[in-house]
């Protein structure tokens, strides 16, 4: 038996008409074409399956043994629609009731499609692969319909129009930038932007955008007090740089001769670190209490602003004798001041949370060894 395989990588067919696939036999899969072709005539897909169609019309006429069916992948592409269609391939291989051998001929509209032919053939001999080419008059109209297609599809504009509007304006920039006086500076910005734009469509930043956006707007709108939080906390690590650049220049200005370096990074953190450690504790008390509203808190969560006040406290007295306004006597108070909080928290929501967690079995334990006496009374 020949098995005449209409492939349709990222199911058109189903996401556009709700077929349920795959589709196999010859009625149905007229019926799948017909309604793909009503839904969008433009579609690619709809020349593979009547081409199917065609291919099993023609050997059916010749008393051969044969059966058509469309199967499909999904959107994800790559792995995820191959493997999709190799299920499909089983299920149609499944269906067929014959004894005998079984092998295929593949109908795509492309390479990309093709790129499943290996999954299918694990799964049964390919006798071979059709490719449809929908033949079109090559004038300017056939022309002007492709690139406006191109031009509609939203992957597209982003690819390609983007980086040619880039580089299409550094000629008129460079024009302003000389009537300015500044074509480097001009210059360099447009070169700038065109490689961010590369950067982030290689790494895949505008998704991770879009999610970071997505997850804000539904912290806000859910009333998740970690965004506030993290609103703070960014205002305070502003107030923070800046108190540390005014202890910075206010050493360099009282020392004479250069500072050296872990000198200036000492007043950098002794001038900051106060308000790095307000935006610290901030953010973990944001998210605790999220995680209490939640009912998902649990007892070593609240070690996180004891330990960013233990951190600060340290970094401060350590920043504070390398710029001589300590004694070392003092230095050695908070370090120890400091080591000894981060110990205290940490074995007091430990033993906290042992207790607690011992208490909350030991009822558990209780109501159902209530239930069963109960039960057995019965």
Partial sequence: MLLVLCVDLDDDLGRKTGFTTPVIGRDPVEEAAIALATEDPEDSDV???FQGLHVYDDLDER????????VTGNEDGDVAANREVGDEVDTVLASLSTAEDVTALVITDGA????????????????????????????LESMYYTIKQVLDDPETRGTVLIPLGILLLIYPLALIGSALEMPGFVLGTTSALLG?????????????????????????????????????????????????TNELETIQESTAGEVSAPVMLAALVYGSIQWLAAAGVTTSLGQITDEYIAGSLEWRYLNAPFYVVSIALVLRAVSAFF????????LAT??????????????AFAVLESRYTDSDAEREADADAEGRRQTDSA
Wanted: aromatic letters at 4%.
């Fill in 47 to 49: 020349n593979v399956i």
């Fill in 334 to 347: 908070a370090l120890t001041a400091g080591t000894l909080l981060g110990i205290a928290s940490t074995l």
């Fill in 112 to 139: 990309q499609d093709e790129s499943v032919i290996p999954v299918i053939r694990s799964r049964v001999p390919i006798d071979g692969v059709r490719r449809v080419v929908v033949r079109q008059a090559q004038n």
């Fill in 323 to 330: 710029l001589d306004k300590v004694e070392i006597s003092y």
């Fill in 196 to 244: 961010l734009y590369l950067i982030s469509r290689g790494l895949g930043l505008g998704d991770r955008l879009d999610t970071a956006v997505e997850r804000a707007r539904r912290s806000l709108y859910a009333g998740r007090t970690t965004l506030l939080a993290y609103v703070v906390a960014a205002a305070l690590f502003v107030l923070g740089g800046v108190s540390g």
């Fill in 63 to 70: 008393d051969e043994s044969v059966e058509v069916a469309v």
